[in-house]
C-alpha cells in the first residue's frame, strides 16, 4: 500500500534483515520482483484464476539497499494481506423495511410487531393464535447463537479449498490441494473422517466438490473437460469420468458444479464462458450454452425445481436461465443482473426462488431479487467498468480507486442492497446465507482472504461479526454453516487447516491457538 509507516524511530538495515530472514524462513511473506509490481497482469487466458505466481517470479534478497526501500515508511509490498492490508471500514446500508425480504426474514425470526405483523396476519393467523412455539419464535432463541469458539476439525499439509455440509447435516465433504477428497461423519454433533478419494486429473487443485442431494454421490472438478462421479459409501470406489466434451482449444477447467434436485443432471460453468449441462440418465452432454464474455465463475439451481439457473462470470453479470427453454443456437437468459464492477466469484441463491447474493472481485456482496432484473443500460455500464479493471485479484492489493468506488451506483444496478468489508483476492471466494432452520436466514456470512470469516446483518447491512484466528492468517476460500447445529460452522483454509467454530467451547478437539505455525507443501 501507499499509507504512511507507523511513527517512531526508523530500524536498521540489519534489524530489517534480520525481521525479513525470519518472516522468510517462517513463509509468512514472499517478496515480488519490483520491476514488474506496476506492471499490466498477463492475460487471462494464460494463467491460471486460482493460481499464484511461480517461484521464479520471487526474489531471494539481492542486497541490502533493496530492503530499504522495501521497507521505507512509504512502500510495502507484503503479499499477506490478512497482516498488512489495513481494514477498509464500508458505511453500512439497511436493507428497506418495505422490501418483502425485510417483512418475511422478520417474520421467518418470529420478530414481527404491531403494524408490521398484519402484513402477514391472512397466511399466518393459525400459528400466532396457536399455543404452540411458532417456527419463527424458535428460531428467534437461536439466530443469536452465532459461532464464537475456534477449534481443529482436520488438518492438512496444503491448501484445503472447499468444504460443505449434506443437506441434512450428517455429513461434510471437502477437497484439498493433495488432491484427496475427504469425506467427514458429523452425525451426532461429531467431526470424523471416514473416507479418502484420491481425485482424478487433477492440475492444480480439486477446484469444486458437491454432494448429490440423495447423498450418494459426489461430483467434483479439475483442470480437466471431465466432471468426475464417486460413491460416497462403501470401501471400493466407483469412480466415474463425465465427458463434457468442449470446443476449447486452450487449457480447460470447471470452476463451479451443482446437481439437480432429482439428482439426473449436472450444471457445471467453465473458464470458455460457457454452461454445461449433463444428463447422467442419457450419459452425455446435453446443453453448452454460451453464457458470459468471460470466464464462467459460478453456477447454480435457483430453487428445489432446478429449472431455473443462475451463472456469474468475470464480466461481471449474473444471468438467469430457464432450463425449460435453454438453446444453443439461441442462448438467451431469461434476465440478467448487472451493478457489480469486477467478476462474480460465486452465486448462493436464498432457495424461496426470489432472491440470490453474488460474491465479487469488487470487494462486495449483492443481494438481488429476481423478479426485478436490470436494464440494458446497467448490462452496458457493468461490462464496460469491467473492462477498465486491469489489477490481478490473485497476486496484487485491491486498487484504492476500487474502494473508494464502493458507495457509487452503476447506472441500471438494480440490485436490492450491498454488503461490503471483506476482502475478495487470491481466489474465487464462496458467500451463502446462514440456514433458516436457526437463523432464519437473518444472515449473509462470507469467506475472506484476510483469514476471517465475515457475518453481515442482511436487515442493517452491518457485520455483526469477524470470526479469527491467530494461527489462520491466510486465505479463507469456503464457508459452510451447519444447517441444523445453532452456531456451528466449518471454514476451509489456505493454512490447511478445516476450522470448526462453535457458539460453546468444544473440549473433544484441539484448539487452534494452540498450534504453532506451519509451512505447508507448495504445489
Not at 470446443?247 to 446437481?259: H, K, Q
Request: hydrophobic share 30%; charged share 25%.
Amino acid at each position: 500500500g501507499d499509507g504512511e509507516g507507523e511513527g517512531g524511530e526508523e530500524p536498521t538495515v540489519l534489524q530489517l534483515a534480520s525481521g525479513m530472514r525470519v518472516m522468510l524462513s517462517e513463509g509468512n511473506v514472499i517478496l515480488m520482483n519490483p520491476a514488474g509490481r506496476h506492471s499490466r497482469p498477463e492475460p487471462w487466458e494464460t494463467r491460471d484464476p486460482d493460481e499464484e505466481p511461480e517461484r521464479e517470479d520471487v526474489l531471494e534478497l539481492p542486497h541490502l539497499q533493496f530492503l530499504t526501500r522495501l521497507f521505507g515508511p512509504r512502500r510495502s509490498n507484503f503479499r499477506h494481506s490478512s497482516l498488512f492490508e489495513e481494514d477498509v471500514e464500508i458505511q453500512p446500508t439497511p436493507l428497506d423495511p418495505q422490501c418483502d425480504l425485510y417483512q418475511q426474514i422478520k417474520y421467518d425470526t418470529g420478530q414481527l410487531t404491531g403494524s408490521s405483523q398484519n402484513v402477514l396476519r391472512q397466511i399466518s393467523r393459525n400459528e400466532l393464535m396457536s399455543d404452540t412455539p411458532t417456527a419463527g419464535q424458535k428460531i428467534s432463541t437461536t439466530m443469536n447463537m452465532l459461532p464464537r469458539y475456534s477449534c481443529i476439525a482436520d488438518q492438512f499439509e496444503a491448501r484445503v479449498f472447499c468444504g460443505s455440509y449434506s443437506k441434512d447435516g450428517s455429513k461434510f465433504i471437502s477437497a484439498c490441494q493433495d488432491k484427496g477428497i475427504y469425506l467427514y461423519d458429523t452425525s451426532g454433533g461429531q467431526f470424523c473422517r471416514r473416507k479418502r478419494v484420491q481425485a482424478r486429473d487433477v492440475g492444480w487443485s480439486v477446484l469444486d466438490v458437491t454432494l448429490s442431494p440423495d447423498q450418494e454421490w459426489f461430483a467434483y472438478s479439475t483442470w480437466s473437460p471431465y466432471v468426475y462421479l464417486c460413491n460416497v459409501e462403501g470401501t471400493q470406489e466407483n469412480h466415474y469420468s463425465l465427458d463434457l466434451s468442449p470446443n476449447f482449444d486452450d487449457r480447460f477447467g470447471i470452476f463451479a458444479l451443482r446437481f439437480s434436485s432429482d439428482n439426473k443432471e449436472i450444471v457445471a460453468s467453465a473458464n470458455d464462458g460457457f454452461l454445461y449441462l449433463y444428463d447422467r440418465e442419457h450419459c452425455g452432454r446435453v446443453l453448452r450454452i454460451d453464457a458470459h464474455q468471460d470466464d464462467a465463475n459460478a453456477v447454480a439451481f435457483a430453487d428445489e425445481s432446478s429449472q431455473v439457473i443462475c451463472s456469474g462470470g468475470d464480466d461481471g453479470l449474473c444471468k438467469v436461465w430457464d432450463r425449460r427453454t435453454l438453446s444453443e443456437s439461441n442462448p438467451t437468459p431469461v434476465g440478467v443482473f448487472a451493478g457489480h464492477k469486477d467478476g462474480i466469484t460465486y452465486i448462493d441463491p436464498k432457495g424461496d426462488n426470489r432472491y440470490l447474493i453474488t460474491n465479487s472481485k469488487d470487494q462486495s456482496i449483492k443481494l438481488w431479487d429476481l423478479r426485478r432484473f436490470s436494464p440494458g443500460e446497467g448490462e452496458s455500464a457493468t461490462l464496460a467498468r469491467v473492462g477498465e479493471q486491469f489489477w490481478d485479484y490473485r497476486d496484487q492489493d485491491v486498487p484504492k480507486r476500487v474502494w473508494k468506488d464502493m458507495k457509487e451506483k452503476l447506472p441500471g444496478d438494480s440490485s436490492v442492497n450491498t454488503y461490503a468489508g471483506h476482502l475478495v483476492k487470491h481466489t474465487l471466494l464462496r458467500c451463502h446465507f446462514s440456514p433458516m432452520a436457526t437463523t432464519g436466514q437473518r444472515y449473509i456470512y462470507t469467506a475472506c482472504a484476510r483469514g476471517r470469516v465475515i457475518i453481515y446483518d442482511v436487515l442493517t447491512g452491518r457485520i455483526v461479526d469477524k470470526l479469527m484466528s491467530r494461527q489462520c492468517q491466510r486465505c479463507i476460500r469456503d464457508v459452510c454453516w451447519h444447517p441444523f447445529e445453532p452456531g456451528v460452522l466449518v471454514s476451509s483454509s489456505w493454512d490447511g487447516y478445516l476450522q470448526m467454530w462453535t457458539r460453546e467451547q468444544r473440549r473433544d478437539y484441539v484448539k487452534l491457538d494452540s498450534l504453532e505455525p506451519r509451512r505447508l507443501i507448495n504445489y
